[in-house]
């Protein structure tokens, strides 16, 4: 079992950033693929950014070059740094963990809570 809890969302302008965290539970974290989506008001979970346990990273097109995600298994955490964010990046951040390599929506073993990132124009 895992648990994850997210923190550090807020309201920020546009032009600004913001720099997510997830800690998780358990003693098998690095052995995780642990990936951020986002979910906006009236739209579905989105895919944001994910990153093996090899440290590979994937982004969604519409973050690449703006967020990093990142991993430190020595504290069981995993980051998103949030940079140029834009009003359309409004939505609530969502940690995810699975023990496959490729993460999706419908794949993912264990959901954080979620945290309200809101950025005004």
């Known amino acids: 079992q895992v648990q994850l809890v997210e923190s550090g969302g807020g309201l920020v302008q546009a032009g600004g950033s913001l720099r997510l965290s997830c800690a998780a539970s358990g003693r098998t974290f690095s052995s995780y693929t642990m990936a951020w989506f986002r979910q906006a008001p009236g739209k579905e979970r989105e895919f944001v950014a994910s990153?093996?346990?090899?440290?590979?990273?994937y982004y969604a097109s519409s973050v690449k070059g703006r967020f990093t995600i990142s991993r430190d298994n020595a504290k069981n955490t995993v980051y998103l740094e949030m940079n140029s964010l834009k009003p359309e990046d409004t939505a609530v951040y969502y940690c995810?963990?699975?023990?496959?390599?490729?993460?999706?929506?419908?794949?993912?073993?264990?959901w954080g809570q979620g945290t309200q990132v809101t950025v005004s124009s």
């Open positions: 995810a963990a699975t023990q496959s390599p490729l993460v999706t929506r419908n794949n993912a073993d264990y």
């Open positions: 990153i093996r346990r090899s440290g590979g990273t």
